[in-house]
């Protein structure tokens, strides 16, 4: 595979000017002159900055990030960075940094402290190899190959280590408007945004447009010059600045064509693509894109849409990909091109038209498309696609969830399943099957024909069935995706995986309220985001599906809603009245006769619990009979409340730490819709996952023997075990009552040294082993032992039935001995010698 994919990445030939250039040479140098020439000095003239920056780095902050660098810090940035990402031109894998660590130390912080000490880096230090990776397939010219940089490992280290302090800053710095690299704010929450919007403004037909901006290169394209004004109008330190500006100056890089390095040249601007710091100091450039354009928001230069009176929409940024959306009008649509065209001058990021788009909403065609072929960019028709995600219809999730079948099926063809056995397919079923359609169902509820597709899907490869196949299942597949506290495998249905991911929105609702997404939610549908209303609305809009699926998974015995709970700390950001916070039910519906005499319906916590009585904020006082009582009952159960310091925070109960895990979601409703039994699934983790699945296989007589293909209708010349010729081969006579396996238990018992006993079925050797006293470390050991002895045992009576060759059962117990020590050895916290290990395990020291 590796091979195949580096012959179609190989770059034979280049069109240059219309004519094809296949001298691998020429091409060499095309490639040069090209990149040499992009990462070029810009023009020296430039507009610039002349605006105030309201967010800057405190007096504190600005210590802190310039700060000596210690030992601790520079181990941390190591084992921060992937440890086998593609070497730069030293070679060195941060893997080779953690195994010799010890050695290496001390140079390593040598190497990173002169830096820090001097700000500068040695000679060659900062020297990276520029990789192509094409833009698209069949990728002809120069200009279709992306630059990402392969970076030497000293200045990784270094970048990793400024990247690391400057995460720390960027959340005082940079907008909400921006959801990029910044902690609590998600990739999904601009098209979240972006499809209530649409909808909303259809709904109230609204007349709006959408302007989809692309940036020509916008990583390549930075000004230095202008990054260092942005810097310093942050308030950045001159020691900060002057790091940053050497870990500019000092690169270059050379271009691999075909892994063959070019001759070096030295960047003079732009970013590169695989340094760690890129990303942080492109948002910081972007920040001053919004202040800029938030200036003219300001000036009434631009009319934003507004869906309350304290919210209003004009931009949203997610790194490079900018999104505008205000009032449709043709002043509106200048202005961000004049905003532009002035960013352009002033930092280098030139807006590419070409690939601009501009969509309205409730505009006809014709208004659309002449305003888009005045600005020189194509119009944007809804549904479209923005981050991965298509936004705007019902119709572009429908089209996006064939694609997203098709995908899987073509991500299974890449897989040769003959050659995998059952513990690899279930490792590729729970890493690359389940996880390719994870990004589109964080959003959207998949429809149920699309989940019975993508399951059957992942049954047939997990059982090593061909899709076109049809091959026996001697198992539901409700098993495989029960818990193993169920006695499941533990796979998880995609069900439970969509509204797990679904709920976490409904949660991100309530414990991040200040969120621009939360808020704009609020505004559309009221305080509560419409949960509190048992809504049976079509799937009109992203929010309005979940809270929908959220009331219909409450009526169907699976409340996630109850499990949310208020801790109470100030109670500054507590509704008295509306949120539960004390008991199981909000004041609101526990005592309703005095919340009709409240006369502020919103009041605080904080607000109510500062007076000494809780009836001053009524309109008067409550009258005899159940006014009264009502009254009474509640200061009763207010007795004894003290708030505190802390700041008021949700907690998720299924979780004993109160973070809110989408796991336990998933578990949750796989229990409740999948059912399953009392036992638990027993899996020993020092042996291999092919051994466990075999093991449970055991358990639940899950196998093709001969007494369960007769039973399911199969014809067979005989049901008798092939390998005593007594007895009907059944689960229980082939590992546990045969002959040849009561043989291999008693050479098990002299090994371990413990007195032999027949078993007949899986029950009572469990029952047995059970019972034995000894660690529990040893006592997994000797669990894997046994489970290893079954899968040998079945081997052998598959090669017995099938393989031409005669299979021996002299060598069954050696190969057991073998095999069970190469992988308990290699598997397992104890340390011992395949001598200690053949001798006698008992005396292993524990």
């Known amino acids: 595979?590796?091979?195949?994919?580096?012959?179609?990445?190989?770059?034979?030939?280049?069109?240059?000017?219309?004519?094809?250039?296949?001298?691998?040479?020429?091409?060499?140098?095309?490639?040069?002159?090209?990149?040499?020439?992009?990462?070029?000095?810009?023009?020296?003239?430039?507009?610039?900055?002349?605006?105030?920056?309201?967010?800057?780095?405190?007096?504190?902050?600005?210590?802190?990030?310039?700060?000596?660098?210690?030992?601790?810090?520079?181990?941390?940035?190591?084992?921060?960075?992937?440890?086998?990402?593609?070497?730069?031109?030293?070679?060195?894998?941060?893997?080779?940094?953690?195994?010799?660590?010890?050695?290496?130390?001390?140079?390593?912080?040598?190497?990173?402290?002169?830096?820090?000490?001097?700000?500068?880096?040695?000679?060659?230090?900062?020297?990276?190899?520029?990789?192509?990776i094409p833009k698209m397939q069949n990728a002809r010219v120069v200009k279709d190959f992306r630059p990402i940089s392969l970076i030497g490992s000293v200045y990784k280290i270094i970048a990793k280590i400024l990247a690391n302090r400057l995460v720390g800053v960027l959340g005082d710095l940079i907008h909400e408007v921006q959801s990029a690299f910044i902690a609590n704010r998600q990739i999904l929450d601009g098209p979240f945004i972006l499809d209530e919007l649409i909808h909303w403004c259809i709904s109230k037909n609204k007349q709006a447009m959408i302007f989809k901006v692309d940036f020509e290169k916008a990583y390549d394209s930075v000004r230095w010059d202008y990054l260092d004004d942005v810097l310093n109008k942050f308030s950045f330190g001159s020691k900060w600045r002057k790091w940053i500006r050497n870990c500019l100056v000092s690169s270059k890089g050379s271009i691999l064509v075909n892994r063959s390095p070019t001759s070096e040249f030295y960047f003079r601007k732009g970013l590169k693509q695989g340094d760690p710091l890129s990303p942080f100091l492109f948002l910081l450039?972007?920040?001053?894109?919004?202040?800029?354009?938030?200036?003219?928001?300001?000036?009434?230069?631009?009319?934003?849409?507004?869906?309350?009176?304290?919210?209003?929409?004009?931009?949203?940024?997610?790194?490079?990909?900018?999104?505008?959306?205000?009032?449709?009008?043709?002043?509106?649509?200048?202005?961000?091109?004049?905003?532009?065209?002035?960013?352009?001058?002033?930092?280098?990021?030139?807006?590419?038209?070409?690939?601009?788009?501009?969509?309205?909403?409730?505009?006809k065609d014709e208004v659309v498309s002449r305003a888009a072929s005045k600005m020189g960019c194509s119009t944007l028709k809804t549904p479209f696609t923005y981050l991965g995600i298509k936004v705007g219809g019902s119709m572009a999730r429908i089209r996006s969830w064939d694609e997203i079948v098709d995908k899987v099926k073509s991500r299974l063809s890449k897989w040769k399943m003959n050659t995998l056995s059952i513990g690899g397919r279930m490792t590729l079923l729970k890493s690359v099957l389940s996880s390719t359609p994870i990004y589109y169902m964080s959003m959207f509820k998949v429809p149920s024909q699309v989940l019975k597709c993508l399951e059957g899907i992942r049954r047939s490869f997990f059982i090593g069935a061909d899709l076109k196949e049809n091959k026996i299942s001697w198992f539901k597949w409700n098993k495989v995706l029960m818990s193993k506290d169920k006695g499941g495998l533990g796979v998880s249905s995609l069900f439970a995986l969509n509204r797990a991911l679904l709920f976490k929105w409904v949660w991100r609702f309530h414990d991040n309220r200040n969120a621009l997404w939360s808020r704009f939610i609020r505004a559309l549908h009221g305080n509560c985001g419409g949960l509190d209303k048992r809504s049976k609305a079509a799937h009109t809009s992203v929010w309005k599906s979940i809270t929908t699926e959220v009331n219909s998974l409450r009526n169907k015995g699976v409340d996630l809603l109850k499990f949310m709970n208020k801790k109470v700390g100030n109670g500054i950001d507590t509704s008295f009245w509306e949120e539960i916070w004390r008991g199981d039910m909000n004041f609101k519906t526990k005592f309703p006769r005095v919340y009709a005499l409240e006369s502020d319906k919103k009041i605080t916590v904080a607000s109510k619990m500062n007076h000494n009585d809780v009836g001053l904020s009524l309109r008067r006082a409550p009258r005899d009979g159940v006014e009264l009582e009502q009254f009474n009952n509640l200061n009763v159960f207010?007795?004894?409340?003290?708030?505190?310091?802390?700041?008021?925070?949700?907690?998720?109960?299924?979780?004993?730490?109160?973070?809110?895990?989408?796991?336990?979601?998933?578990?949750?409703?796989?229990?409740?819709?999948?059912?399953?039994?009392?036992?638990?699934?027993?899996?020993?983790?020092?042996?291999?996952?092919?051994?466990?699945?075999?093991?449970?296989?055991?358990?639940?007589?899950?196998?093709?023997?001969?007494?369960?293909?007769?039973?399911?209708?199969?014809?067979?010349?005989?049901?008798?075990?092939?390998?005593?010729?007594?007895?009907?081969?059944?689960?229980?006579?082939?590992?546990?009552?045969?002959?040849?396996?009561?043989?291999?238990?008693?050479?098990?018992?002299?090994?371990?040294?413990?007195?032999?006993?027949?078993?007949?079925?899986?029950?009572?050797?469990?029952?047995?082993?059970?019972?034995l006293r000894m660690s529990s470390r040893l006592k997994n050991i000797m669990e894997g032992i046994f489970y290893v002895m079954w899968w040998l045992v079945w081997n052998h009576r598959n090669k017995t039935l099938f393989d031409t060759k005669y299979s021996s059962t002299t060598n069954i117990f050696d190969v057991l001995v073998s095999r069970s020590f190469l992988w308990c050895r290699y598997r397992s916290n104890i340390k011992f010698s395949r001598i200690e290990w053949m001798k006698n395990l008992n005396l292993i020291y524990l």
Request: glycine share 6%; proline share 2%; charged share 25%.
């Open 285 to 363: 450039i972007m920040e001053s894109l919004h202040l800029s354009f938030q200036n003219v928001v300001n000036a009434d230069m631009f009319k934003g849409i507004s869906v309350s009176s304290s919210l209003q929409l004009s931009h949203l940024f997610y790194a490079d990909d900018v999104i505008f959306m205000g009032q449709w009008s043709e002043s509106n649509i200048n202005t961000i091109i004049q905003a532009l065209d002035c960013f352009y001058k002033a930092s280098g990021l030139r807006m590419n038209l070409h690939k601009s788009k501009l969509m309205g909403i409730s505009v």
């Open 1 to 132: 595979m590796l091979n195949k994919k580096r012959n179609q990445q190989a770059i034979r030939d280049i069109l240059k000017e219309g004519t094809w250039v296949d001298d691998l040479k020429a091409v060499k140098n095309e490639f040069l002159s090209h990149f040499k020439e992009m990462f070029d000095s810009p023009n020296s003239s430039r507009l610039m900055l002349d605006m105030n920056f309201p967010n800057r780095v405190s007096m504190e902050q600005v210590m802190d990030l310039e700060r000596n660098v210690s030992k601790e810090e520079i181990k941390r940035a190591v084992w921060d960075c992937g440890s086998d990402k593609s070497p730069g031109p030293d070679g060195f894998t941060f893997g080779f940094f953690r195994r010799y660590w010890d050695t290496i130390e001390n140079d390593v912080v040598d190497a990173v402290s002169y830096f820090f000490n001097i700000g500068m880096f040695p000679k060659g230090g900062n020297a990276s190899f520029i990789a192509l």
């Open 638 to 771: 207010l007795a004894g409340t003290m708030l505190s310091d802390s700041n008021d925070r949700w907690s998720w109960s299924l979780v004993g730490s109160g973070k809110f895990l989408v796991a336990s979601v998933r578990k949750l409703i796989d229990e409740h819709r999948l059912g399953g039994s009392s036992y638990k699934t027993r899996w020993i983790h020092t042996v291999p996952i092919k051994i466990n699945i075999l093991a449970w296989k055991v358990r639940y007589d899950f196998l093709p023997t001969r007494l369960n293909l007769s039973r399911r209708g199969i014809e067979i010349q005989s049901i008798i075990c092939p390998s005593c010729n007594k007895e009907v081969e059944s689960t229980n006579h082939i590992f546990f009552a045969c002959s040849l396996v009561r043989n291999i238990y008693r050479k098990i018992a002299s090994w371990w040294e413990f007195l032999y006993v027949e078993f007949d079925s899986y029950e009572s050797w469990l029952e047995w082993f059970l019972s």
